[in-house]
């Protein structure tokens, strides 16, 4: 068994090839795009909403069979096709050229695979049993997104501006990190289920005004 690294990586303004223009091939696409990566897609035929994603400017599609060529310049590499001798091809190019490659049907023959995800905003939980047990990782997922609803992302995408108004209002790093650690993301979730932003809003300003009064700033 593959013991995997877990990593969240960079992929803004960097070339993505998605080999495959299917359903998978869609998803595949999607995700990149939202964490903005620079997408081409390959196939002879792609799925519909591929089309629409091009027509819109938000990828590039090259209609045609894949040539070893289509992946200079590619900082990542997705083998998404149904033609398994074909994903194999293009994950040993990636292999000899040294970009990451994931290969959607046989993930032992890439160098890296795509953890199931749950997306809050900010927050984004990546789950994976190294591929020894797909339907426990789902279902696994399933009880954390009850857990994680939209409100973390509220919360954490709120706290996130509150961050960068206590860098201006606190001169002081040792005091930045106690009113940080003092405000609890769980109490400010829950907070913010029964009172909405302005709720979570006071809340938050009173315990800056109380810090401040306490500590004589």
């Not at 002879?44 to 938000?58: F, G």
Request: glycine share 6%; net charge positive; with cysteine.
């Amino acid at each position: 068994m593959t013991s995997f690294y877990p990593i969240f990586l960079d992929v803004e303004h960097k070339l993505c090839v998605i080999v495959g223009g299917g359903k998978v091939a869609t998803r595949k696409a999607v995700s990149l795009l939202g964490a903005n990566a620079v997408v081409r897609v390959i196939s002879p035929q792609v799925h519909s909403d591929l089309t629409v994603l091009a027509e819109a400017n938000k990828l590039q599609i090259m209609a045609r069979k894949y040539q070893d060529d289509d992946l200079a310049g590619a900082f990542l590499v997705i083998a998404a096709t149904d033609n398994t001798a074909l994903n194999g091809q293009v994950a040993a190019f990636c292999q000899a050229q040294r970009i990451l490659c994931n290969v959607v049907d046989a993930p032992e023959h890439g160098n890296f695979i795509v953890p199931s995800m749950i997306v809050r905003g900010p927050l984004t939980l990546a789950i994976s049993t190294g591929g020894m047990a797909p339907a426990a990782t789902q279902q696994i997922r399933q009880r954390l997104q009850e857990e994680f609803d939209d409100a973390y992302g509220v919360v954490l995408a709120t706290l996130g501006q509150v961050r960068k108004r206590i860098k201006r209002e606190f001169d002081d790093p040792q005091q930045r990190r106690s009113i940080v650690t003092s405000m609890k993301v769980d109490d400010l979730v829950c907070l913010y289920r029964t009172g909405g932003q302005v709720a979570v809003d006071k809340k938050i300003n009173q315990m800056l005004l109380t810090y401040k009064k306490e500590n004589g700033i």
